[in-house]
């Protein structure tokens, strides 16, 4: 599963990254350490405009709130539920199905935080990045619902939501958790992008596990659990040794 990540880059970064022509976060994107659902992100995706039904697909950088509302839903609630999709099973769950035909994301990430052991409250978390320190490209689906509660010309009534598409974890970092986010690489951008395909097995085959060795896991403070805590020390490896005792945790994972 992915349920808190990083994500610390510059807007202009993120831009030339992933070769945005518009960029609607540039004023409000701020480095946040310890990005949890239902929190607005930062997401890439491409958009044919809407006068223009004809034309190439715009890439934008913008913000979505994390847990998607499938455009049927009655009630937003459940998108506290969807923060994460099984890539094996996404393209054919009505929840998804739609979203993974032409609504692709990518979610721009330093690394993930997932938590090793067997008891509640007691488990260790780890900061998972790349070995190169590059930025994480996590495989997302978006969905626009319209709020049933809001008037026709209320600008909220779109509201731009979020999945992170998850798949089995490479043997090295299976040991902290069976599942991580699907990575796509950057010759697969456009492809995984690109409302305009369809077919779910090209679309899939863009979607392989991170080759093993190209991630790297160490341990950071408990601080993490609590979402209230931010910084770039939450990302700071601590001792393996003393990780047991990890100063400032709360017990809370979410």
Not at 42 to 60: C, F, H, I, K, N
Not at 67 to 87: C, F, Q, T, V
Request: overall charge negative; some cysteine.
């Amino acid at each position: 599963m992915c349920g808190r990540y990083s994500l610390s880059r510059d807007p202009e970064d993120l831009a030339r990254e992933f070769e945005v022509a518009r960029v609607d976060v540039r004023e409000k994107l701020q480095p946040d350490y310890n990005v949890a659902p239902t929190k607005q992100v930062p997401a890439v995706l491409d958009r044919v405009p809407r006068d223009e039904p004809d034309a190439a697909p715009e890439r934008r950088l913008t913000f979505v709130k994390w847990g998607l509302i499938p455009s049927w839903a009655k009630d937003a609630k459940i998108g506290n539920r969807l923060i994460n999709a099984r890539m094996e099973t996404a393209h054919e769950k009505p929840a998804y199905r739609r979203a993974f035909a032409s609504r692709r994301c990518l979610l721009p990430a330093d690394g993930y935080y997932e938590w090793y052991g067997e008891k509640k409250g007691r488990k260790q978390p780890f900061f998972i990045h790349r070995g190169d320190d590059g930025v994480l490209a996590m495989a997302g689906l978006y969905e626009i619902w319209r709020d049933p509660t809001k008037d026709e010309d209320d600008p909220d009534r779109l509201v731009w939501t979020c999945t992170v598409l998850t798949t089995s974890a490479e043997d090295n970092l299976g040991r902290i958790h069976d599942r991580m986010p699907l990575l796509v690489e950057p010759g697969q951008y456009s492809t995984w992008l690109d409302p305009r395909v369809k077919d779910p097995e090209q679309l899939r085959s863009v979607l392989v596990p991170a080759a093993p060795g190209r991630l790297d896991a160490y341990p950071v403070s408990t601080a993490v659990n609590n979402v209230r805590n931010n910084g770039p020390d939450l990302v700071k490896p601590i001792d393996a040794e003393n990780a047991e005792n990890a100063e400032n945790g709360t017990g809370e994972l979410f």
